[in-house]
């Protein structure tokens, strides 16, 4: 069993940075997928970056490419999304996630062990 906790949100002007973590722990990590994922209210929640916890692959949404990246830190079984020039329209709660599988595709009912989720609020 994984489990996983976000830290790090808040409220940030356009333009600003925030970091988000994620602690990871139980289960056999190495072998995971850890995935960044975001919800705004009445919405699904959509796919914002993953990487492999070995190997360290990397994948990203296109609406955050280039601003946003996640990284991995292995020793200490944290996961890390760093978002810069951020924007209004990345307003939501942002939740840590793991999928025990390697897909092609990042869907969120792939990932079964979830964060409690953090909001992150951007202002305009």
């Known amino acids: 069993q994984v489990q996983v906790v976000e830290s790090g949100g808040g409220l940030v002007q356009a333009g600003g940075s925030l970091r988000l973590s994620c602690a990871a722990s139980?289960?056999?990590?190495?072998?995971?997928?850890m995935g960044w994922f975001r919800q705004t209210q009445g919405k699904e929640r959509a796919f914002v970056a993953a990487?492999?916890?070995?190997?360290?692959?990397?994948y990203y949404a296109d609406s955050v490419k280039g601003r946003f990246t996640i990284s991995r830190d292995n020793a200490k079984k944290m996961v890390y999304l760093q978002m810069n020039s951020l924007k209004p329209e990345d307003t939501a709660v942002y939740y840590c996630?793991?999928?025990?599988?390697?897909?092609?595709?990042?869907?969120?009912?792939?990932?079964?062990?979830w964060g409690q989720g953090i909001q992150v609020t951007v202002s305009s």
């Open positions: 996630a793991a999928d025990g599988v390697v897909r092609s595709t990042f869907r969120a009912e792939d990932f079964g062990f």
């Open positions: 139980g289960g056999t990590i190495s072998s995971y997928v």
């Open positions: 990487i492999h916890w070995s190997g360290g692959y990397t």
